[in-house]
């Protein structure tokens, strides 16, 4: 199946920096990134779409200016938590889409000290 | 808002067992069913999906079965193994996958050796 690579897979980060995270489709072209939050022992819950060369739309409750989403190629997508804090704390997921279903990254576990 | 409304929240099921999932919806829009598996600190993965112009669909010991009226669809893991000891979510989206989708609250389940 279709790869997405997500990295890093673990960051640790002081209360006031800014953390990007990189999502690749590795053997297609993406259309269409979403980003996705899970909070643990939670489900996914929809931050933002993105499609590329365009600007991404943000879920009601997310802030734009505070995860700020690149989809600058068909193969990347980043969202860098900008000023982050300890609720920021969390697993972030990328998936992607070509001309069929959506394929998952590996997360990004984010913890802010 | 749509939802996906899933259950149960846990099972604990025998090695040889079958493990069962319920899934169901709101809206009706929903054209595209996947069900995901994951492990702990790892990105969703890619079960199997059905669309709603089928009633069952079977891909080695997993079998979707979905009932377009009554808006719900299930998992059934056969032979269930200690090995699919997992959180499993179900989510429903439109346009065939393509669109972002909408999750399950997840379940946790545990196959006993």
């Known amino acids: 199946g279709a790869v997405v690579s997500q990295h890093p897979s673990r960051v640790i980060c002081k209360s006031g920096t800014s953390v990007k995270i990189e999502c690749r489709s590795l053997?297609?072209?993406?259309?269409?990134m979403f980003w996705y939050r899970q909070f643990p022992k939670q489900s996914l819950m929809l931050m933002a779409t993105s499609n590329e060369g365009s600007k991404a739309t943000y879920e009601q409750g997310v802030e734009k200016d505070k995860f700020l989403i690149n989809h600058a190629s068909l193969t990347l997508s980043t969202l860098t938590v900008t000023s982050a804090h300890p609720e920021d704390s969390s697993f972030y997921i990328c998936?992607?889409?070509?001309?069929?279903?959506?394929?998952f990254g590996q997360g990004t576990r984010l913890t802010v000290v | 808002q749509q939802q996906v409304k899933q259950s149960p929240q846990s099972l604990i099921v025998q090695k040889g067992g079958i493990s069962i999932i319920n899934c169901a919806y709101e809206n009706t829009a929903f054209d595209y069913f996947p069900w995901y598996q994951q492990f702990p600190g790892k990105g969703p993965a890619l079960l199997i999906a059905i669309r709603p112009d089928v009633s069952e669909k079977k891909e080695g010991r997993f079998t979707i079965s979905f009932n377009k009226s009554a808006k719900q669809f299930s998992l059934h893991i056969m032979d269930s193994q200690p090995g699919d000891s997992a959180t499993y979510f179900c989510a429903a989206s439109m346009d065939t996958g393509r669109r972002a989708l909408t999750f399950g609250s997840g379940t946790r389940l545990q196959v006993q050796p």
């Open positions: 053997d297609f072209q993406a259309t269409t």
């Open positions: 998936s992607a889409t070509g001309s069929t279903e959506a394929f």
